[in-house]
């Protein structure tokens, strides 16, 4: 059996492609928004599975992330690495992008295709903005990756000075 040979994209279509991941990177929110608008997929991604909405988030461009969410851009899309674009805000500290994933469904204890959790990534980099926000949605703070380990295990082994503490007095609250 012979493997299907993916089709081969000329000059023109890879630096258009280029553009446009250019254009959610740099925040380019009206250029995309005309492009939707012409049938461009809002869950388009790049060679690394990077999405649209990821490189948006990743890059605290908030009104071109919210004009992918309006076009059907998938908050719960994860990479190749398995990252979600919430898990690339947690990872960035960025607040605003973080409460706009959330509230067009990105899912709080999301994983896509990993095992660590927007909160785990979190408390990981010391984020306590971050951790208090999801927390706030409904993070669980006893949630364990594959490894076995908890956000304030992860926490403690990135020498974190705050979330640990954070996390378990979070834990003890919830009983």
Do not use: C
């Amino acid at each position: 059996m012979t493997e299907p040979t993916l089709p081969t994209l000329d000059d023109e279509t890879l630096a258009f492609a280029g553009r446009v991941f250019q254009f959610a990177r740099m925040g380019h929110a009206a250029e995309l928004a005309e492009l939707f608008g012409q049938g461009l997929p809002a869950n388009l991604r790049n060679d690394k599975g990077d999405s649209l909405l990821m490189l948006a988030a990743y890059n605290g461009q908030w009104e071109a992330a919210r004009v992918i969410l309006e076009a059907g851009g998938d908050p719960e899309l994860a990479n190749d690495r398995g990252q979600t674009p919430l898990a690339g805000a947690a990872f960035k500290g960025d607040i605003d992008i973080a409460s706009l994933l959330l509230a067009k469904g990105a899912a709080v204890d999301g994983t896509g295709d990993g095992s660590r959790t927007a909160l785990m990534t979190a408390a990981m980099f010391n984020r306590t903005e971050m951790v208090a926000l999801l927390l706030e949605h409904g993070a669980d703070p006893s949630l364990r990756d594959a490894a076995g380990q908890s956000a304030a295990d992860m926490a403690r082994a990135m020498n974190a000075p705050d979330t640990p503490a954070q996390l378990d007095a979070a834990e003890k609250a919830r009983g």
